[in-house]
């Protein structure tokens, strides 16, 4: 009987050391794992700060080619930069290009806002810039790059706004709920959780039947009469 019991308190204990084996508690993981999270953007935010980037550049290079091919870039930048006229001039197209990547950089890259307010404010800028160039300009005389850089800006600022209202944003707020939703919860018990012995557990085991079959003898013995 102690050799059981010694066996059955052996097995609980090995059963809580089984139920132990992960220690380190979750909300403790998740603040080091939030901590490392808040020193760098998301990787959907660095889509959106590329393509800004891209927006930038694109539109500097179709401004590039333009001047190429109307005479020459070191005549077409005196022309259209220090000579400025708004109906004929491309450069303030490529200034509204600048004026949204450091804004944008600006607000989610550098700043890491987490609000729709910016780029709305550039693509609002950017779509009523175009609306007036276009109507009032004489752009559309000036051939194929008259059509193209206002086409292109103003599609790719709605690119912008489309990709940090329904991915950006969207995307962020979503992994800092589950981020939050677990830290906020307790920890989670051992897989293994050593439960209740059962006083079944501990039993006696029956008399042994040759003791029994002695004491028997012994008694009938007894009782036998005596001739």
Same mark, same amino acid.
């Given at each position: ?10 097995? %609980? ?15 403790? %993981? ?7 999270e808040?020193?760098?953007?998301s990787?959907? %935010? &660095?889509? #959106?700060?590329l393509?800004?980037?891209?927006? @930038?550049?694109? +539109? ?5 080619? /333009? ?5 020459g ?6 022309? *259209?930069?220090l ?6 001039s491309?450069?303030?197209?490529? +200034?509204l290009?600048?004026?949204? #990547?450091?804004?944008l ?8 806002? &987490?609000?729709w ?10 779509? =009523? ?12 005389? $000036? ?12 599609? @790719?600022?709605?690119? *912008?706004?489309?990709?940090?209202? #329904?991915?950006?944003?969207?995307? /962020? ?9 677990? $830290?906020?919860?307790?920890? %989670? ?5 050593? =439960?209740?012995?059962?006083d ?6 029956? /008399? ?7 004491? #028997?003898?012994d008694?009938?013995? @007894?009782?036998?009469?005596? +001739?």
């Open positions: 009987m102690d050799s059981q019991c010694s066996s059955s308190v052996g097995s %609980r204990a090995t059963l809580g050391g089984v139920g132990n084996i992960n220690p380190t508690p979750i909300s403790a %993981r998740m603040k080091s794992y939030e901590g490392g808040k020193k760098c953007i990787d959907v %935010r &660095r889509t #959106f700060c393509f800004v980037t891209f927006d @930038l550049l694109f +539109v500097t290079l179709l401004w590039i080619i /333009e001047l190429n091919v109307n005479g870039i070191e005549v077409q930048l005196k022309k *259209e930069v000579d400025y006229d708004y109906h004929k491309f450069f303030d197209i490529f +200034v290009a600048v004026f949204r #990547f450091a804004a950089i600006l607000a989610y890259a550098v700043c890491k806002l &987490r609000h307010w910016a780029i709305a404010i550039t693509t609002a800028i950017t779509t =009523g810039f175009l609306i007036v160039k276009v109507v009032l300009s004489k752009l559309l005389s $000036q051939g194929a790059f008259g059509y193209l850089l206002p086409i292109v800006s103003f599609i @790719l600022a709605w690119i *912008e706004t489309w990709l940090l209202d #329904f991915k950006v944003l969207p995307q /962020e707020a979503g992994d800092e709920i589950r981020c939050l939703s677990v $830290q906020n919860a307790p920890d %989670r018990e051992p897989l293994l959780h050593p =439960g209740p012995v059962p079944s557990q501990f039993y006696s085991p029956p /008399e042994s039947m040759a003791d029994s079959d002695e004491d #028997f003898d008694k009938y013995d @007894l009782e036998k009469p005596i +001739v």
